[in-house]
């Protein structure tokens, strides 16, 4: 077994950085709620899980787009994201709940929801195969599921074009292949398979291409800072002197005064929405 390290940071300081911009990722990542909900085939009322739901917003986004008599569930494993979702203005509003909690563990009883989602909140099981074939058993026979990953990294430039700045500056480390991260589900046909063998059954991919403003709709200088501090990528430069740092954020703004549409930076993104259902008995 993988020791959970990159569950133990979202438990703490990676979700607590997630929660002190939560505003305007959740701003930028909106787009993609309806998409997903879409794909979820909300027909009558359900219990629905979002899973690594961070501060809420898309399980708030559920809750108002899901058939009357719904109820949903959002699970995080970083009890600062679940204090921030339950501290919005909606918690009470819709019928919703939040709870702590890592997905690689069981729940406790099985099989208790129709609909499972998520929106980028899957990536990170160092324990792959033992998270998702969990996850399945979370849904009902018969139920359904709908994750939003993201698609290639030359296809994000919102994302992968920080790295490509940073890299004249400072020493990035390339990632595992496969390791826990953003792009670990970029090939839908993989991440198809791992899903079968894990207790889900008919998967399908739908690509899901726009642009994405930055942190919400931001002025180039104003996306620099929000994408190094967001984005955890932006903490390797606090152990740089503060003339590279310098550097680096200028020609960040720079890159992005290139993508500025109506005042804000838009930039590409590849989202892949995978659907699929638990087998029914
Ligand atoms: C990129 S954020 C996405 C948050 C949210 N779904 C959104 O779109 O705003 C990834 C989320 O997955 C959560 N997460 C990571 N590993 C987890 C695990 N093992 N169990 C539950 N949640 C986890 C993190 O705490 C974080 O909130």
Redesign the pocket.
């Known amino acids: 077994m993988v020791a ?1 390290v ?2 133990a ?3 703490g300081e ?2 607590e950085a ?1 929660r002190d911009s ?1 505003g305007p ?2 701003a930028m ?1 909106a787009p ?1 709620n309806m998409p997903l909900i879409e794909a979820l085939d909300l027909d009558a009322p359900y219990r629905i899980a ?10 708030i986004a559920l809750a108002r787009n899901a058939y009357p008599g719904s109820a949903v569930e959002g ?4 009890p600062a ?1 679940i204090d921030a979702a339950k501290a919005k203005e909606a918690y009470g509003q819709v019928p919703i709940h939040f709870n702590v ?5 069981p729940l406790g009883d099985t099989a208790l929801f129709d609909r499972l989602t ?9 324990n792959q195969e033992t ?1 998702f074939s969990n996850l399945a058993n979370w849904l009902k026979p018969g139920g359904r599921f709908a994750f ?1 990953v993201w698609g290639p990294a030359p296809d994000n430039p919102w994302m992968s074009s920080i790295r490509d700045v940073l890299k004249d500056h400072i020493v990035i480390p390339t990632p595992e292949p496969g390791a ?1 991260g ?1 792009f670990r589900y970029a090939d839908a046909d993989e991440f198809g398979s791992l899903l079968q063998s894990s207790g889900f059954s008919d998967v399908k991919s739908q690509s899901w291409k726009e642009q994405l403003s930055l942190g919400g709709g931001l002025a180039a200088d104003a996306a620099a800072d929000f994408a190094l501090s967001a984005f955890s990528i932006g903490q390797l430069l606090n152990q740089s002197d503060q003339l590279t740092a310098q550097a680096a954020r200028l020609d960040l703004a720079s890159l992005f005064s290139e993508h500025v549409t109506d005042g804000d930076v838009r930039m590409d993104a590849h989202v892949h929405i995978v659907t699929g259902t638990r087998a029914a008995i």
């Open positions: 959970n990159a569950a940071e979202w438990s990676r979700g997630w939560m990722l959740e990542l993609v979002d899973i690594g739901c961070g501060g809420g917003e898309t399980s699970f995080d494993i970083s994201l909690a890592d997905a690689e563990q998520s929106r980028f909140g899957i990536m990170f099981f160092p998270a939003a826990p953003p």
